[in-house]
């Protein structure tokens, strides 16, 4: 944390050419370094407390280590989509869903969202989702029929299926490794290992992302 205030407030000070001003400034090259930081001190591997168990948190720590940088990069601050995007306008020929921001304000129960963590790739199923949404994609009748859990999307002769498989297929060449596929429903007893990548949320032992901006912008400050 101390490495991005210094760099931001050296920046700030000596070559943005804007030295009187209090607002927190940043090169283009690292408008992201506040969020990576605040990642970091989320990520389970260096995560203070006692509530990453050690296996998990010496397993992270060899992942940092050895990852490939896009790799690393999603394992830090994972990429999200909403998944019900890819299927609003279909005659468009590049109908990838845009990248959202790892936060709880960007999940509703009507929407499926689809989180690529590097290592693995989450899907967050909303419990009022369209059940026709529910049948043509995961094979289930509706969201109560859906197991809490699921590792696998079913192979399903419609287009919603194929969609969905080829925009996760798409995410799984990007990676060196391949990634482990994970359904959640909303009101899953696992769904923990979703809501712990929302990076931009407050956490029980970090701040929010905002509140970490405003934070560093004090300690610039002072």
Do not use: W
């Not at 050296?10 to 209090?22: A, C, D, H, M, P």
């Amino acid at each position: 944390m101390n490495a991005c205030q210094d760099s931001l407030k050296v920046y700030r000070s000596e070559l943005s050419g804007q030295r009187g001003t209090t607002n927190l400034l940043a090169p283009s090259n690292l408008k992201l370094l506040p969020l990576y930081v605040l990642a970091l001190l989320k990520f389970e591997g260096l995560r203070l407390g006692s509530g990453v168990p050690l296996d998990s948190r010496v397993c992270a720590m060899l992942l940092l280590k050895t990852l490939p940088v896009d790799d690393l990069m999603a394992y830090i601050y994972p990429r999200m989509f909403s998944l019900t995007d890819l299927f609003i306008d279909t005659d468009k020929s590049d109908n990838n869903p845009a990248i959202i921001n790892c936060s709880g304000a960007r999940l509703n129960r009507q929407g499926i969202f689809v989180m690529d963590c590097g290592k693995a790739i989450y899907l967050f199923v909303g419990k009022n989702v369209q059940v026709d949404l529910i049948q043509n994609i995961f094979n289930y009748n509706s969201f109560q029929e859906m197991p809490e859990t699921m590792i696998k999307i079913p192979e399903l002769d419609n287009p919603m299926s194929i969609e969905t498989r080829k925009f996760l297929d798409k995410i799984k060449t990007e990676r060196c490794y391949h990634p482990v596929t994970m359904v959640f429903r909303e009101d899953s007893r696992s769904r923990m290992q979703f809501i712990n990548n929302l990076i931009d949320d407050r956490s029980e032992s970090v701040m929010s992302y905002q509140e970490f901006l405003l934070h560093v912008q004090r300690q610039i400050n002072n």
